[in-house]
Structure formats: structure tokens, C-alpha cells
């Protein structure tokens, strides 16, 4: 299956999303976003959890390159980063940059005309090749989430090519499951989970530090990761705040025997009439209450998720930033399907059924 090149542009974080539909949350995870790397590198020093260390300077040393900073351009200028400029007050916008080297982020930089006094700035590794990487949840219930052998963004995007597809995982503290069978997948997966797993003493230090939480000796939280033969593992991200709003889901589903299923994105059963969008697709041309049918949502058509009755798409995976709002919306979704743009169309009159991961003609 290719991918629609217009589902890379316009993607945003997580927390933009929620910002999009007003999110009761959406400050508190901001301001989560903008700090993760400071609770990662208490996890590193605390526990050894290994995470992608940044290098931070004041957007001020960056603005004026001060010897430090002069210092650091000279030496690592032509490895590939990402900058992300963190304002110290959480009310103004992130801004980051990814694949570009040291020296020629520089420009970009400085197209952002911030004033660099109300900014921070954290470069951080990035490296062109990933052979896995995870999002997944630790909480009371158990451990679920998806691995997927290549980069990050294909899973917090949903979006990927070929038979590259994602893996769903759980465990319930007793029994592990993966779907589809993989042996080398799941070895990955209960390696990064050991990471978690601390010593009563441990738990203390990041009780007291980070006011994190336990359940079976695991920490708890929603958690990034990527793994390369270059740079070895990293946690990429750690939410508190994230894990808790995720809650449960089923993240495994036994399709029926329609043409159209796939996984739960958000639980629940709708009836309506197919609208298949791309993006850019005119906000007022949606009906009110139509099954929104897309290759993947992108930030441009929340505006028809809110207007939809359910929502069903070709890629995508249960904890993509899509599927997650979804979720918030309470809009009824089914994502990974594979096929829904080539097998339904405009106008059929269907039933999306989570019960079974499945959308059905009327």
C-alpha cells in the first residue's frame, strides 16, 4: 500500500491536537511536553533508564553564539539534531526542528524571529535510521501499546508504507500477547518494559522527585521509545499525565468477517452515511453525522472528526495522536483497516462495530 505524501505535512504533537478541540488537559500536557527530557534525565540518573540526552543552552546563547555556543557549532556542526526552542513560559508555542544538521538549523533558527530571552533551546540526537520503535502504557490494568520495526513518527502519526505494519502488544502482569506472532518483536518489547520494573528504593527516588506512581513494581505513565544500531535504546517520552488520560483500551481485536476491520482507536457503535476525505478536504462540505473514511486523519480534519458520527481509516494504530483524539471526542474509530478508502464509498450506509473492529453495509 503507498501513502498519500500529503498525510507528512502539517503533523503536530500530541498536545497540539488536543489544543485543537479544547481539551480540559491541554495546558498540563503542554507544559508535560515542554519538560519531558528533564523527568527522563531524572529517570537516567535514578534508575539508568537510557533516554536521547539533549545539550541545552538559552535560546539567547543561541541567538547571539556566545564562546559556548561557538564552541559546540565547531565540534558537533555537521551531526544531525533536533532543536526544539522551549519557551519558559508554557502559555507561548513550542517550536522545533528535526533531520537537520547542527550548523544548518542555525537559519531556521533564526526564521523563527523569537525573543530569546523568553526561551530556552535543547539540541538533541537524531539519527535517519530506526530499526524499532514503541508507544505503549503502563497502568493498573496492564501494559499495551505498539511496536513497529522502523521510526517513531509512523507510529505517533500512523502512518506508514509497505507491509511495515505495527505490532499490538499486552500484558496483564501474568501473560503476554503480540498480534501479529513475532518472536523478535516481542523479545524487543519485554526488554524495554525491564527498564520499568524497579527496585522498592528506586520507586522512592522517583516517588519523591517526579511524584510518579507503581503498579506490580512497574512505573506507570504513556512511553515512547526508539532503538537503532548506532545509538542503541532510548526512551523518548514519558507522561504522567498521558497514561492516566489514555486509561484502558482493548488493545486487541478479533475482526469478524467483513470486508472492512481492523483495531480499536475509540469503543463504541455507529450507523451512518461513508464520506471519504483527503486533506484539505472543505469543512463545510462534510455532513453533519456522515462515517468519516480517510488513508489517516491529520491535524487539518479534526474539524470533521468533531462533525462525525465514527471514524474509520486505512493506517493508523490504537495509540496514534489521531486515534487518541478520537478517543477524547468519544467518537466511535477503527483504524489500521487497510482498505476502507478502496472498499467503501461515498454514500454506502454502514455500521462501525467495535465490538468486532469491523464496518458493515446496512
Given amino acids: 500500500m503507498t501513502v498519500n505524501t500529503d498525510l507528512y505535512l502539517t503533523q503536530k504533537s500530541l498536545t497540539e491536537w488536543l489544543e485543537d478541540i479544547n481539551h480540559r488537559d491541554a495546558a498540563v500536557l503542554r507544559k508535560e511536553d515542554n519538560e519531558k527530557r528533564e523527568r527522563l534525565a531524572v529517570l537516567k540518573e ?14 539567547r546563547d543561541v541567538a547571539d553564539n556566545t564562546s559556548e555556543h561557538a564552541k559546540f557549532l565547531e565540534e558537533h556542526g555537521d551531526e544531525l539534531c533536533a532543536l526544539r526552542l522551549i519557551p519558559l513560559d508554557h502559555s507561548l508555542p513550542k517550536l522545533r526542528m528535526r533531520g537537520w544538521t547542527v ?31 514503541t508507544i505503549f502504557v503502563v497502568n493498573d490494568t496492564g501494559i499495551f501499546g505498539e511496536i513497529i520495526r522502523g521510526g517513531h513518527s509512523q507510529l505517533t502519526q500512523g502512518i506508514y508504507d509497505g507491509d511495515d505494519r505495527p505490532y499490538t502488544f499486552s500484558f496483564d502482569f501474568l501473560t503476554w500477547r503480540i498480534e501479529p506472532k513475532s518472536d523478535d518483536a516481542l523479545e524487543h518489547v519485554q526488554r524495554i518494559i525491564t527498564y520499568l520494573k524497579l527496585p522498592q528504593d528506586t520507586q522512592k527516588a522517583v516517588q519523591e ?27 523518548v517520552d514519558y507522561s504522567p499525565t498521558m497514561g492516566e488520560l489514555i486509561g484502558d ?14 483495531q480499536v482507536g475509540c469503543a463504541g457503535t455507529a450507523e451512518g452515511v461513508i464520506k471519504i476525505v483527503q486533506p484539505g478536504f472543505p469543512v463545510a462540505d462534510f455532513p453533519d453525522g456522515a462515517v468519516l473514511v480517510s488513508e489517516m486523519t491529520t ?37 489500521g483497516t487497510g482498505n476502507a478508502t478502496k472498499k ?11 465490538v468486532l473492529g469491523e464496518v458493515r453495509l446496512l
Wanted: glycine letters at 8%; one cysteine or more.
Fill in 249 to 262: 483500551i482493548a488493545p486487541l481485536v478479533a475482526a469478524g468477517g467483513a470486508n472492512v476491520k481492523g
Fill in 299 to 335: 491535524p487539518d480534519l479534526v474539524p470533521l472528526m468533531q462533525k462525525a458520527a465514527a471514524i474509520v481509516t486505512d493506517n493508523g494504530g490504537i495509540l496514534s495522536h489521531a486515534a487518541i483524539v478520537a478517543r477524547e471526542l468519544k467518537k466511535p474509530c477503527i483504524v
Fill in 209 to 235: 522527585r517526579l511524584d510518579g506512581t507503581f503498579t506490580h513494581d512497574y512505573l506507570k505513565g504513556y512511553f515512547e521509545t526508539v532503538e537503532g544500531e548506532q545509538f542503541g535504546l532510548w526512551f
Fill in 344 to 354: 467503501l464509498k461515498d454514500g454506502d450506509s454502514v455500521v462501525v462495530d467495535t
Fill in 46 to 59: 535514578v534508575a539508568g533508564i537510557p533516554y536521547d540526552e539533549q545539550v541545552k543552552f538559552t535560546a
Fill in 103 to 133: 550548523r544548518d538549523v542555525q537559519k531556521w533558527f533564526r526564521e523563527q524571529n523569537i525573543d530569546p530571552d523568553k526561551y530556552r533551546a535543547e539540541y538533541i540526537p537524531h539519527s535517519e535510521h530506526q530499526d524499532w520503535a
